[in-house]
Structure formats: C-alpha cells, structure tokens
T-cell receptor, first 115, second 114 residues
Framework: AQSVTQLGSHVSVSEGALVLLRCNYSSSVPPYLFWYVQYPNQGLQLLLK??????LVKGINGFEAEFKKSETSFHLTKPSAHMSDAAEYFCAVSGSQGGSEKLVFGKGTKLTVNP | EAGVTQSPTHLIKTRGQQATLRCSPISGHTSVYWYQQALGLGLQFLLWYDEGEERNRGNFPPRFSGRQFPNYSSELNVNALELEDSALYLC?????????????FGDGTRLSIL
C-alpha cells in the first residue's frame, strides 16, 4: 500500500527565509508525487508534480521539489517566503496499483509566515 | 477555462437525513474523484468515476454512493447521515490517462450534521 508522511504538522518561518516542507513516501510501484496547497476555506491547488521525467521539479509561486529515490523523499522548498505563502500544504502519492488512480495524502503541514 | 465547480457551498442537515452534493469537472476531463476532509482525519479517498462507471471506492460504508452523468458531472449521495459525516467534501477531475495525470480540485462542499 502507498503512504505519505509529512514531518511537522506546523512550520513557522520569517518572511524572506527559506521554506522547507518535508515529505517521505512509501510505494511498491514507481510513484507519481504531487504537492498541493490549501488556503482557508478553499480547495486544493496543484503546486507541482513529479512523474519521472526530471528529479528536480519546478512549480508555481517559486516552489520546487526534488525527488530522491534513495531517501524516498520529495521535499518542497522555496528560497524566500512571502506572507502570501501562509497556507496548508499536502504531499500526495499515486501509482498504478490495479488502476486505482487515487491520491493518498499526507496529513498536511501548516505553514505560518511571520513578518 | 472554468475550473471544477461544486454545489452547494454549504449544506446543513440533521442526523438520518440524506445529502446530495454536485460536481462539474473541467471541460475535457472524464474522471471525477471525491474526497472527504474531516477534522483530524485528513484527506481520504471516497470514490472515482470515469466514463460513467464507478472505478474504485475507498473504505467508506455503502451509504456513501454516487454517479456520473453523460456530461461527466457527478453527484455524491450520503444516506442516513451521522454526526461523523460532518466534513469538507472535495471533488477533483482529471483526464483519463493514468496515475500521472494531476487531479484538479474544486472548493468543496462543507457538510454540517446537527
């Protein structure tokens, strides 16, 4: 079965500081990995996706993530945090296990950006 | 391009009633997914429809059901509502093409059970 672990349910950074949100996955098949962001009272917005083309993936709003198979990780980073980045971030994995195509999500990391 | 739209935004029901939630996918998307986001339980997969057929369901009781219409829109029905069904229900859509296709989400329906 596939699973995702997000280390740290809450992360707090200062405006302009590096953002690092951690995600480790478990999958018995080559995984497809996604990061989503959820602002209050909204749905999920896709930030970026890894689908085996390149290990360093660039997304929207200056975010990027690096797929490391040896560490089973897919951490999300942004060089300089902005106040508008305050939101909850979800890492998700999917894979062709019987063609289910469902997303399995981590429990989320709430990012606070301090002025 | 219009995104995934869900209605209603909020729905208030009492225990034992039935609820119907609706979802319109992005134009050109044939797959629709339903997820439940309950406090403390995170995001859990409910149902997947494609081309009018139920393709997979998560670990939810049979009182959670749905359907997909010929225009690819979808309904989620929850019968015999229980207090624990209070949650944000998110619909997502994608093109059919495998697990690497990203799912695009609507803003959800918040279901409150009194």
């Amino acid at each position: 079965a596939q699973s995702v672990t997000q280390l740290g349910s809450h992360v707090s950074v200062s405006e302009g500081a590096l953002v690092l949100l951690r995600c480790n996955y478990s999958s018995s098949v080559p995984p497809y990995l996604f990061w989503y962001v959820q602002y209050p009272n909204q749905g999920l917005q896709l930030l970026l996706k890894y689908t085996s083309a390149a290990t360093l993936v660039k997304g929207i709003n200056g975010f990027e993530a690096e797929f490391k198979k040896s560490e089973t990780s897919f951490h999300l980073t942004k060089p300089s945090a902005h106040m508008s980045d305050a939101a909850e971030y979800f890492c998700a994995v999917s894979g062709s296990q019987g063609g289910s195509e469902k997303l399995v999500f981590g429990k989320g990391t709430k990012l606070t950006v301090n002025p | 391009e219009a995104g995934v739209t869900q209605s209603p935004t909020h729905l208030i029901k009492t225990r034992g009633q039935q609820a119907t939630l609706r979802c319109s996918p992005i134009s050109g998307h044939t797959s629709v997914y339903w997820y439940q986001q309950a406090l403390g339980l995170g995001l859990q997969f409910l149902l997947w429809y494609d081309e009018g057929e139920e393709r997979n369901r998560g670990n939810f009781p049979p009182r959670f059901s749905g359907r997909q219409f010929p225009n690819y829109s979808s309904e989620l029905n929850v019968n015999a509502l229980e207090l624990e069904d209070s949650a944000l229900y998110l619909c997502a859509s994608s093109t059919r093409g495998g697990s690497n296709q990203p799912q695009h989400f609507g803003d959800g329906t918040r279901l409150s059970i009194l």
